[in-house]
Nanobody, 124 residues
């Protein structure tokens, strides 16, 4: 069982940066691949990034590749999404998710635990 709590969202101007954190409680964290998803107002939730349990492999949505970086600190049960060169279209609620497998997935139905989400708003 894992509980996830996101933090770090806020308001930023286009071109700026934000760093989202996801704190996980539960001893299964080190065996869990982690993902970030987002949901803009009026749209379906979409995949953003994912990282394997050992942090050795990552995968990104095409819309964020080269701008966002996902990393994890297994010693402190933390996952971070560094977001640079933010665009207005990045505005959304961002969710952290965990799955009971070590390898990644870009499909939300493959994730077992979810955080409550954190709002990111990018102004022009």
């Amino acid at each position: 069982q894992l509980q996830l709590v996101e933090s770090g969202g806020g308001l930023v101007q286009a071109g700026g940066s934000l760093r989202l954190s996801c704190a996980a409680s539960g001893r299964d964290f080190i065996m869990s691949a982690m993902g970030w998803f987002r949901q803009a107002s009026g749209k379906e939730r979409e995949f953003v990034a994912t990282i394997t349990a050992n942090g050795g492999n990552t995968k990104y949505a095409g819309s964020v590749k080269g701008r966002f970086t996902v990393s994890r600190d297994n010693a402190n049960n933390m996952v971070v999404l560094q977001m640079n060169n933010l665009k207005v279209e990045d505005t959304a609620v961002y969710y952290c998710a965990a799955r009971r497998f070590t390898f990644t997935s870009s499909y939300e139905e493959n994730y077992d635990y979810w955080g409550q989400g954190t709002q990111v708003t990018v102004s022009p």
